[in-house]
């Protein structure tokens, strides 16, 4: 049992204010594997006031020094790999490989934001004016619980490259990987106060990270919903804002496409993470005179998927993160069946076997319509629709036919048809044939799924204000 009544603050672990404690669940079991005692506005208070003092010299420091600082924070995961692995399995559910490979991705971060630093060009000469980035300040970075360490690395590698200070609020139902990654970026020797951690609630921490006026800029992966809220109320000061929200990710299979290799990839790709990430391809769009193949191959393949322990080996989708996602999937599935899809595998309830964690069944709907709330609704759990068409440009609207633009999928033989269908859709990231990944490439989302970029330079760019320098050569006499 984890007692986790200390937040990060200005070099050191110190008491909690807040006195509002919750249990921590290990998904997989239901077993309480924790408790932690929520901060409140008077800690994130003083968390921002630590990394505003810290702000002013930390903006001083040279690339050398920051690169140096994010190589050990890349250094201090990797020795801490197997403790910060096994705290997200028993913490989140997620299957241990999967996890393994995400901790990896999040160390890996630092050094790829070492080296987009050292060719970003922080001054530049436009004209005869002296155009110079500087950073902007204090930022408050705020997580979800579906990749704890990937989002806080996503966010704190910029922050540092560009020589911002930040307070974190990640989620407070992930408070022990917070935890283990906090000991390790205490063991990185970073200047005291540049990095700050307040576990809390969103309506309390967030919020106040949000409202306060020293909070230059707000990062934000999570809800659509909430960030709508984060952007009204960040207004009122005039917060920079990145916000990385949510998807209902289209994955278009043209008629031409090899669908026996297609159709299972894009299983895999809709029930990653357990379902529980905002890129997953929700939405199967399919020939409609291949409807009944492409039923077939997706129920073999689901029935070969493993649900279960996450520590078991071949384990894919683990339980949903806790009983409140547990039962929003559960709503889902039966709205699908009550507003006339049709389920061809999975269904409500629990997988025989697995009635002591958080598993739903992985669910597949065929013959969904753009009016069902399964196919417009981000469900964050293994649920797949599967939609027809008749035409390309049909399928290239139902693609679009949503509020979300975050990632897309599109599988051909033909590259030329692949990329004709890929420009016309409208999001961030679209994948052809596969899946893949460039960390320096920009991440976010068109539409209602976010506002601004994440990694590379475009990711660094966010955390930098521009200022024009004039008459800077010149000297009257």
């Known amino acids: ?77 990797m020795e801490k790999f197997d403790l910060l692995n096994q705290v ?21 971060n630092f050094l790829h934001n070492m080296d987009v630093m050292k060719e970003f060009q922080f001054e530049k000469q436009i004209g005869k004016a002296k155009v110079v980035l500087e950073p902007l300040g204090v930022i408050g970075l705020i997580t979800p619980w579906n990749a704890n360490y990937t989002h806080i690395s996503t966010k704190l590698a910029p922050a540092i490259a560009a020589g911002c200070t930040v307070v974190i609020k990640p989620s407070e ?20 106060g540049v990095i700050n951690f307040v576990n809390g609630r969103g309506d309390v921490v967030g919020a106040e990270l949000t409202r306060n006026p020293d909070i230059a800029m707000i990062s934000f992966t999570g809800s659509t919903q ?17 916000l990385e929200l949510g998807g209902k990710s289209p994955n278009v299979i043209l008629d031409d496409a090899d669908f026996n290799k297609a159709i299972p990839l894009s299983v895999m790709t809709a029930f990653s993470n357990s379902g529980q990430a905002c890129h997953v391809g929700s939405r199967l769009i399919v020939p409609e005179q291949r409807l009944e193949e492409v039923k077939q191959l997706v129920v073999k393949t689901v029935e070969g998927i493993k649900v279960g322990n996450p520590w078991e080996n071949g384990t894919y989708i683990g339980p949903m993160v ?5 039962e929003t999937v559960q709503r889902y599935i039966k709205l699908g069946s009550e507003e006339g899809a049709e389920l061809i595998v999975g269904g409500e309830g629990h997988p025989e076997g697995l009635e002591n964690g958080y598993y739903v069944k992985p669910t597949v709907f065929a013959n969904v319509t753009m009016d069902m709330t399964i196919a417009k609704e981000e469900i964050f759990g293994p649920v797949l629709s ?12 139902l693609a679009n036919d949503t509020i979300y633009g975050l990632s897309a999928y599109v599988s051909s033989s033909n590259l030329e ?8 859709i409208v999001s961030g990231r679209v994948l052809i044939n596969g899946l893949y990944d460039e960390p320096k490439a920009p991440f976010g989302g068109f539409k209602q799924s976010g506002i601004g970029r994440e990694f590379g330079a475009y990711g660094l760019a966010a955390y930098v204000e521009t200022k024009t320098i004039l008459g800077h050569d010149v000297l009257h006499h």
């Not at 806790?322 to 547990?326: D, I, P, V």
């Open 322 to 326: 806790n009983q409140k996602q547990y």
């Open 88 to 108: 997200a399995v028993d913490e989140y559910g997620a299957p241990a490989a999967a996890t393994a490979g995400r901790t990896q991705y999040a160390a890996k």
């Open 226 to 242: 909430v960030g709508r809220i984060i952007a009204r109320d960040g207004a009122a000061t005039m917060k920079r804002m990145v």
């Open 386 to 397: 599967i939609l027809t068409y008749k035409t390309e440009e049909e399928a290239i609207e």
């Open 417 to 424: 048809s692949a990329n004709r269908v890929a420009s016309q």
């Open 1 to 77: 049992m984890r007692i986790i009544d200390e937040i990060y603050m200005n070099g050191k672990f110190v008491k909690t204010n807040g006195t509002e404690v919750q249990e921590l669940i290990n998904p997989a079991t239901r077993e309480v594997i924790g408790r932690v005692t929520l901060g409140d506005e008077r800690d994130t208070q003083a968390a921002i006031a630590a990394a505003k003092e810290a702000f002013k010299t930390f903006k001083n420091t040279t690339i050398e020094e920051r690169s140096q600082m994010l190589q050990r924070l890349h250094d201090v995961m």
């Open 173 to 192: 139902i992930s408070a022990i990987q917070t935890q283990i990654i906090a000991e390790c970026f205490h063991e990185a020797g970073i200047p005291a």
